[in-house]
């Protein structure tokens, strides 16, 4: 067993795991982030999607003593409790999914792509958000959300609010 020390969503957590056990397992088994999703065996659907560091990662390609150290954001952590973050509200907004099995994993790679691009093209947020898999919504109402709450992002955090 390995002993690890992780912030997630802004508190402190440690404990011991097995080296192998991937991060979106010790999130949801162990310290109740279940709103972090799996979709896959195979790294591909992007479900899973997490802040580590501020950037996007797939959390069932990631160890989680690999974590180690680091602040990990997820789905759970970004609303404040009273407000939505925009990129959530965007998505509600545009009707940006459906069943919502993607969703957590599809906003959490929106926020980390929107920090680097605050103003992408279509074609940016279809790139950059190739890594995740919706089966429902043919993607056009995702890209919309993208495109929605990189404005409503520029027009600041009031915007957001449920
Ligand atoms: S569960 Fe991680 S990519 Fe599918
Ligand atoms: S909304 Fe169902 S998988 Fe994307």
């Given at each position: 067993?390995?002993?690890?020390?992780?912030?997630?969503?802004?508190?402190?957590?440690?404990?011991e795991?097995?080296?192998r056990?991937?991060?979106?397992?010790?999130?949801?088994?162990?310290?109740?982030?279940?709103?972090?999703?799996v979709?896959?065996?195979?790294?591909?659907?992007?479900?899973?999607?997490?802040?580590?560091?501020?950037?996007?990662?797939?959390?069932?390609?990631?160890?989680?003593?690999?974590a180690?150290?680091?602040?990990?954001?997820?789905?759970?952590?970004?609303?404040?409790?009273n407000?939505?973050?925009?990129?959530?509200?965007?998505?509600?907004?545009?009707?940006?999914?459906?069943?919502?099995?993607?969703?957590?994993?599809?906003?959490?790679?929106?926020?980390?792509?929107?920090?680097?691009?605050?103003?992408?093209?279509e074609?940016?947020?279809r790139?950059?958000?190739?890594?995740?898999?919706?089966?429902?919504?043919?993607?056009?109402?995702?890209?919309?959300?993208?495109?929605?709450?990189?404005?409503?992002?520029?027009?600041?955090?009031?915007?957001?609010a449920?």
């Amino acid at each position: 067993m390995a002993h690890i020390t992780v912030t997630v969503d802004g508190t402190s957590y440690k404990g011991e795991v097995e080296p192998r056990k991937l991060l979106v397992h010790w999130l949801r088994e162990d310290i109740g982030r279940v709103g972090t999703v799996v979709g896959c065996d195979t790294s591909n659907c992007g479900a899973c999607t997490v802040l580590l560091n501020g950037r996007s990662v797939k959390s069932c390609s990631v160890l989680a003593v690999q974590a180690d150290g680091s602040e990990v954001t997820t789905i759970q952590g970004l609303s404040d409790g009273n407000e939505w973050h925009p990129v959530q509200t965007a998505f509600k907004e545009c009707h940006g999914l459906q069943c919502g099995y993607c969703t957590p994993g599809m906003v959490m790679a929106t926020v980390d792509l929107l920090s680097e691009n605050p103003t992408p093209s279509e074609q940016e947020i279809r790139e950059g958000l190739e890594g995740n898999l919706c089966r429902c919504t043919g993607y056009h109402n995702i890209v919309k959300s993208v495109s929605y709450a990189a404005d409503l992002m520029s027009a600041g955090p009031t915007k957001g609010a449920k």
